[in-house]
């Protein structure tokens, strides 16, 4: 048996816990996600950050409602103690996740940003390992290893790519990544007796109204932290939360559940080599020798961390 299936239920293992399907869907998560940071990037530059996360994530949780009202989930709701971990990854993956990221975005530069944030797979890979009893193989810290190379190939190679001294910013995204990781693993736990459709809309309603409430109690004032805000910005937020946050969430919780959270981890790799193609194709950056061995990387990362190992 494949070391990380060990933590899935027996139903999962026996139908395949690694479709083909799956990683297709990932990958188009990751292209979305790649895209989707510049335009939260340039709302973020315009408006208050806290805000745009508030506004992103209640479209998406609106856009997930709408999902599971048109197309209801097969598996079985959340019911009584669930609700307690749904509620502990809306705490961590949306409010706290959210509020870290964006004030630690803020206060480090984009290039130290999106190296923390490729430490997700290796975290992922580490507490899978202690809390779940996955296997740390050889070719797993390897495919890891070799992924963040690639991130680290592609990211300092970027026209304008600075990287600052460590500090508190650092810190802050840092953060943000192991309050997403350690909610994964909850969502994995969870996603043995609920549907994930039932825990993505659970999750990010409890979050979006964390949120919500704390912008309305503590955040700027609304006129001053939307001033100028537009048609067209507003179409830009409910694209980013219906197909970055809503769509994603299905997707990545779906994938929790099949693959695990080390082999799903993994994935987080391809989002700035797709934000680097995007900018290449969009924005005339240029593209290098460097950035062609960062692809490279990356999909030997991949997957040497994603292939079974009996």
């Excluded at 816990?17 to 335009?39: E, K």
């Excluded at 955040?219 to 939360?241: H, M, N, R, T, Y």
């Amino acid at each position: 048996m494949p070391d990380a299936d060990r933590s899935l239920p027996a139903t999962q293992r026996r139908r395949g816990a690694d479709p083909a399907a799956i990683r297709g869907w990932l990958l188009v998560t990751m292209a979305i996600w790649g895209g989707n940071l510049s335009v939260v990037k340039w709302l973020v530059n315009r408006y208050d950050p806290m805000t745009i996360a508030s506004l992103r994530m209640a479209a998406a949780a609106l856009a997930l409602l709408a999902f599971v009202r048109l197309w209801p989930p097969r598996g079985p709701a959340p019911a009584g103690r669930a609700w307690l971990g749904i509620a502990s990854c809306a705490v961590l993956m949306v409010y706290v996740n959210q509020f870290l990221f964006t004030g630690g975005v803020a206060r480090t530069t984009a290039a130290n940003a999106a190296l923390v944030i490729a430490l997700n797979p290796l975290a992922s890979a580490l507490l899978a390992a202690g809390v779940l009893g996955d296997r740390l193989t050889p070719a797993r810290l390897t495919g890891v290893a070799l992924g963040f190379g690639g991130v680290a190939l592609v990211v300092l190679h970027r026209p304008g790519a600075v990287i600052g001294p460590g500090g508190l910013g650092d810190l802050m995204v840092l953060a943000s990544v192991l309050t997403w990781v350690v909610g994964g693993m909850v969502v994995q736990r969870l996603a043995r007796s609920v549907d994930t459709g039932w825990i993505s809309l659970g999750v990010h309603l409890l979050g979006a109204t964390m949120l919500l409430a704390h912008q309305a109690l503590l955040g700027e004032p609304k006129a001053d932290a939307l001033a100028g805000f537009d048609l067209g910005d507003a179409a830009a937020v409910a694209l980013s939360g219906l197909l970055a946050t809503a769509l994603g969430a299905l997707v990545w919780n779906r994938a929790l559940r099949d693959l695990g959270v080390a082999r799903t981890a993994l994935y987080a790799y391809w989002v700035p080599i797709f934000g680097v193609a995007f900018a290449v194709l969009l924005l005339g950056e240029p593209l290098t020798a460097w950035h062609m061995l960062g692809l490279a990387a990356v999909l030997g990362g991949t997957w040497l961390g994603t292939r079974r190992h009996p």
